[in-house]
């Protein structure tokens, strides 16, 4: 997943979700209103899990490849007041019954 931000103000995100065995099962992508990269990076995150679970994954690795959304998932308390509602969001969805492993992708 990634989400990417231009200087002409325009931000997207997108994925794609593969099962264990690395088969592709699904993928999406989604514009975003003007933001920053921090912010479009926390939005792949939120979408990306949302479509997990509508896929009734129970077991997922999420790769994350913004350090500090790395550092803000792992590390309550840690980030930032921007995105912070979209942290909850995240955070909420990280307490259901299902294993997420967040790894760091460079």
């Known amino acids: 997943m990634d989400g990417a ?3 002409v103000r325009v931000a997207g995100c997108g994925g794609v979700i593969r099962d ?3 088969v592709w099962r699904g993928g999406f992508a989604k514009n ?3 933001c920053s990269v921090y912010i479009a990076e926390l939005c792949v995150v939120l979408e990306g899990l949302r479509y997990a ?3 009734e994954f129970n077991r997922i690795e999420l790769e994350v490849d913004s350090s500090v959304v790395n550092q ?3 590390q309550p308390g ?3 007041p921007l995105g912070g509602a979209l942290v909850m969001r995240i955070r909420s ?3 259901l019954e299902w294993e997420v492993v967040i790894n760091h992708s460079y």
């Open 93 to 95: 969805l990280l307490e």
């Open 53 to 55: 679970r509508r896929l």
């Open 32 to 34: 975003l209103d003007i």
């Open 78 to 80: 840690y980030g930032r």
């Open 5 to 7: 931000y231009k200087e």
């Open 20 to 22: 264990s065995n690395g």
């Open 72 to 74: 803000e998932l792992r």
